[in-house]
């Protein structure tokens, strides 16, 4: 498949994950009508970013996968002869949790899907109390490898992941035909208007470079709205929405404003990648054998 045409949902949380699903399934509808055959789903859509805090009882919102989510969007994926990308809180076992990214194929089966490896903790994003990062090993099948679907390699990753180069090669190198970023981040209203913008721009400029590092395009799905945190001494977090699609260059094709709910859609070429790495050869002069370093956490004391 040369080209598809993917949609990006963007949209604000609901008040509960029945009334989300409702949500996504007229939204999924209406892309596939309109011609969308991957649908990307923003991070943890089902519920609001309950991350702000630290609250055993949210642990009560995982589920199995597969499960009642990945039941009802594979029913949806079926009916409308879509891929969907959804992002789900897993309970894996007791006492191990992921952020988990499902790729459901257009007749409804899971395609695979990956466990977020990077895991942050920060003011008002406390992922590592909920989150066991995901599996690393070789042998592994949801470590940096990208899903078969009928509409190519999907080099799935999630949120914080994005901010690491090394996360993006890794899918390219293991074949991914695009990088896929399902997203909930946002400002503390507290920043500067300024502050806000340098967060934001740093967010869209590193995934535009993954997709120019890798000649590969990326879609990024981020959620939008006011989320009010449980704690009352906390701020809240203001999700920036500004979800987009770059092209193989970093060229932007469609992207998103801050504070409207809305489903972004764009036409992908990805023959284009084959064209892009021929007169950008950046796979072909990698120096494979200088690189052994990238997996020290630090080199101070090795340079000395």
């Not at 589920?63 to 994926?77: D, F, M, V, Y």
């Not at 257009?106 to 695979?112: L, Y």
């Not at 399902?182 to 721009?201: F, N």
């Not at 932007?252 to 284009?272: F, G, K, P, V, Y």
Request: hydrophobic residues 40%; contains cysteine; negative net charge.
């Amino acid at each position: 498949m040369t080209s598809i045409h993917v949609a990006a949902i963007q949209h604000c949380a609901k008040h509960s994950p029945a009334a989300t699903l409702d949500y996504l399934e007229q939204a999924i509808t209406q892309a596939s009508d309109q011609g969308a055959q991957l649908i990307v789903l923003q991070e943890l859509h089902n519920t609001p970013y309950f991350c702000q805090t630290e609250d055993l009882n949210c642990f009560d919102l995982a589920e199995t996968i597969p499960g009642p989510s990945t039941e009802r969007l594979g029913a949806i994926a079926q009916k409308n002869k879509c891929v969907i990308v959804a992002s789900l809180f897993e309970k894996r076992a007791p006492g191990i949790y992921h952020n988990t990214a499902v790729v459901i194929e257009d007749d409804g089966t899971i395609a695979g899907m990956y466990r977020k490896m990077h895991i942050p903790d920060d003011p008002g994003f406390f992922e590592k109390f909920y989150f066991t990062p995901g599996d690393a090993e070789a042998d592994s099948l949801y470590g940096f490898k990208p899903v078969n679907t009928s509409l190519g390699k999907l080099g799935v990753l999630v949120c914080w992941d994005q901010w690491y180069p090394e996360a993006a090669r890794l899918m390219a190198l293991a074949g991914a035909d695009l990088l896929i970023y399902p997203t909930a981040i946002g400002w503390d209203p507290a920043d500067t208007k300024d502050e806000q913008q340098r967060q934001l721009g740093a967010w869209i400029t590193i995934q535009r470079a993954h997709a120019v590092a890798n000649n590969l395009p990326v879609i990024a799905c981020n959620r939008t709205g006011f989320e009010a945190s449980p704690d009352e001494h906390a701020a809240g977090t203001q999700f920036w929405g500004q979800s987009f699609i770059a092209g193989q260059q970093g060229e932007l094709i469609a992207s998103a404003d801050t504070e409207q709910e809305t489903t972004l859609m764009a036409n992908i070429d990805l023959s284009r990648t084959e064209y892009v790495r021929r007169i950008w050869p950046y796979f072909r002069d990698r120096r494979v054998d200088a690189y052994g370093n990238l997996t020290s956490r630090f080199l101070s004391k090795k340079l000395k």
